[in-house]
């Protein structure tokens, strides 16, 4: 079996594939921990799926938080067994990036460009709603063009909350209408329809220039509610970064 992680700022994303299938996943907040602190978390949660420690024969994982990259590695060798395969710039992904500094770009966005392109082939938008929103492309021939990145939900909730003395923390729900009706709903219409609007704006943008019809396919945390409000987003997929490792990780190590 195959342990996936995709570290992220806020979110951290765990899953066991066996073989192709995703057997197991969860959604976990990003925090420092040590090693053995990682390894016992990591061995809990296995343990609520009836996953022996022993089954997990590789690992692989991507991180946007350094700090963490170090004990993670070490947790999986020392709980596991397994040397794991850090997803970095130097990694071969398959995929051609066509950026300007390809070291540049975030080995999150192209492990979901690959996961992506595996599932929905090409052109392809990939729409990630986490800490931040990136909107990664594909093009026609498959390689990765680039795209762009926008503040996420929360953090924009958090950034009126921080710098706006009178605006409260609000809870990421849909209001009764766009026109909020007292400040919650005010902020909830905000953020929630705003980014929408970006998402369709943006993905209208990329559509005319390239000059084709460009699928979207959308993940993370809150690309469930984004796709109900969106008119652009054709898929949700809320493990594709997973999907994507698991690719990845075959391809430099091999399957089974």
């Not at 809990?44 to 692989?60: F, H, P």
């Not at 595996?118 to 026609?140: E, H, N």
Request: with cysteine; charged share 20%.
């Amino acid at each position: 079996m195959l342990l996936v992680m995709d570290v992220g700022n806020t979110t951290t994303v765990v899953g066991v594939f066996d073989r192709k299938q995703l057997v197991a996943h969860w959604r976990l907040s990003s925090i420092l921990h040590t090693s053995d602190e990682l390894g016992v978390y990591i061995l809990t949660l296995l343990g609520t799926k009836d996953i022996a420690s022993t089954r997990i024969d590789g690992a692989v994982f991507c991180s946007v938080v350094p700090t963490l990259d170090a004990p993670l590695a070490e947790a999986m060798r020392n709980f596991f067994g397994v040397e794991p395969l850090r997803v970095d710039a130097s990694t071969d992904t398959g995929m051609e990036v066509r950026y300007d500094a390809p070291r540049e770009v975030g080995a999150d966005r192209i492990v979901n460009a690959v996961g992506g392109r595996s599932k929905y082939g090409a052109p392809l938008i990939v729409a990630d709603y986490g800490t931040a929103i990136t909107f990664d492309v594909i093009a026609p021939d498959g390689a990765y063009l680039g795209g762009a990145i926008a503040p996420g939900l929360q953090s924009g909730i958090s950034a009126l909350f921080a710098k706006a003395a009178k605006l409260p923390q609000v809870a990421l729900a849909l209001p009764r209408s766009v026109i909020g009706r007292n400040t919650n709903e005010s902020i909830q219409s905000g953020i929630l329809f705003g980014n929408a609007g970006l998402t369709d704006r943006i993905v209208g943008m990329i559509r005319a220039e390239i000059g084709t019809e460009v699928k979207v396919a959308a993940t993370g945390g809150h690309a469930e509610v984004m796709a109900k409000l969106s008119q652009t987003i054709e898929y949700v997929d809320p493990w594709l970064t997973l999907d994507g490792l698991r690719l990845i990780h075959d391809r430099v190590r091999g399957s089974d």
